[in-house]
T-cell receptor, first 108, second 117 residues
Framework: AQRVTQPEKLLSVFKGAPVELKCNYS??????LFWYVQYSRQRLQLLLR??SRESIKGFTADLNKGETSFHLKKPFAQEEDSAMYYC??????????FGKGTLLTVNP | EAGVAQSPRYKIIEKRQSVAFWCNPI?????LYWYQQILGQGPKLLIQ????????DSQLPKDRFSAERLKGVDSTLKIQPAKLEDSAVYLC???????????????FGPGTRLTVL
């Protein structure tokens, strides 16, 4: 079975501080991991995916198969990063399984 | 490029009533998804279409939920009869396909917020 765990419902940091949003997954096959973001009053949208190995808006995420984790990191948080972040797992059945999400608040 | 369109944006009904949601995907996108997002949870896939065929409906409560995608474009999701626990945001998403694989970027609509009283 596919499962995604985001242990923090809420995360609050100050502007300029580093931020890490945790994501752990459970999957027996070869996973594809994604981070989706929903800003206030906007649609859910893809932030980044592990196969691209890219940095989007200063965010990076590394797939650690040994720890079954895909944590999202940014060295210096900005106020505009405040949003709801969802980790998602794509399995071989092409179905996306989402975590419950973490609400990130970046305080001035 | 126009995004995924959904209507209505909000709907309030009483339990045991029926309701229907409509989705228009991005032009040219072969794969269409319906998700249910209950407050405090992440989106849960209800049904996935590729063109007008069903790829996955394993989590669709088929005794009360139905969906169709005629002509492989627009889609409707229906609930009949509605229960209190159906209160949620219903999201439609589309992707280019044609495989609809997990690596295929999904584009989401604004959602329909359903309240069942």
């Amino acid at each position: 079975a596919q499962r995604v765990t985001q242990p923090e419902k809420l995360l609050s940091v100050f502007k300029g501080a580093p931020v890490e949003l945790k994501c752990n997954y459970s999957y027996s096959g070869s996973p594809e991991l994604f981070w989706y973001v929903q800003y206030s009053r906007q649609r859910l949208q893809l932030l980044l995916r592990h196969i691209s190995r890219e940095s989007i808006k200063g965010f990076t995420a590394d797939l650690n198969k040994g720890e079954t984790s895909f944590h999202l990191k940014k060295p210096f948080a900005q106020e505009e990063d405040s949003a709801m972040y969802y980790c998602a797992l794509g399995g071989s059945n092409y179905k996306l399984t989402f975590g419950k999400g973490t609400l990130l608040t970046v305080n001035p | 490029e126009a995004g995924v369109a959904q209507s209505p944006r909000y709907k309030i009904i009483e339990k045991r009533q029926s309701v229907a949601f409509w989705c228009n995907p991005i032009s040219g996108h072969a794969t269409l998804y319906w998700y249910q997002q209950i407050l405090g949870q992440g989106p849960k896939l209800l049904i996935q279409f590729q063109n007008n065929g069903v790829v996955d409906d394993s989590q669709l409560p088929k005794d009360r939920f139905s969906a169709e995608r005629l002509k492989g474009v627009d889609s409707t999701l229906k609930i009949q009869p509605a229960k209190l626990e159906d209160s949620a945001v219903y999201l439609c998403a589309s992707s280019l396909g044609p495989s609809g694989g997990a690596a295929d970027t999904q584009y989401f609509g604004p959602g329909t917020r359903l309240t069942v009283l």
